[in-house]
């Protein structure tokens, strides 16, 4: 169920969502707050999970990931173990970075990054084909982004 938001809090989300390493002096002052308010405000963000977390936007290319894959997944059956044990391999591969459970053809959707072709297809074939419960892949390509992950939008 979505949290309930005033005016302000909207403000402090969208002000961090744009730029998360704001001093909490600059961010009091772009919301129009005082900082012990401002501050307050933000540690019951976090403490509500509304904040999940703080990180830095790296460059893909820039540590030589060339590469874009989104993998669709067809597990065999819906067998708990299997899918349990399908989706820990998936979270200890390193270059899977995100997991989509979906309705429709297949069952997961993945992102995968890898530094060329030669080592996508080492990560499919020797990876992600042969962990439990797979039936088969389909892979596509990304050619270019047109838009990068971006702030969410802040309704209330």
Do not use: W
């Amino acid at each position: 169920m979505p949290i309930s938001l005033d005016r302000t809090e909207r403000r402090i989300l969208e002000a961090l969502q744009q730029d998360g390493r704001l001093s909490n002096v600059e961010l009091a002052q772009a919301v129009g707050l005082s900082e012990s308010p401002c501050l307050r405000r933000v540690r019951g963000l976090e403490s509500e999970g509304v904040i999940a977390g703080y990180s830095a936007r790296v460059s893909q290319r820039s540590l030589g990931l060339q590469v874009t894959a989104f993998v669709q997944v067809q597990l065999e059956k819906h067998d708990d173990q299997k899918t349990k044990a399908f989706l820990e391999q998936v979270a200890q591969e390193q270059h899977i970075i995100e997991c989509h459970a979906m309705s429709g053809a297949y069952d997961y959707l993945l992102k995968v990054v890898a530094q060329s072709m030669d080592h996508f297809s080492e990560i499919a074939m020797q990876g992600i084909l042969r962990f439990p419960g797979v039936k088969g892949i389909e892979s596509s390509f990304s050619l270019l982004t047109i838009k990068h992950p971006s702030p969410l939008p802040i309704e209330n």
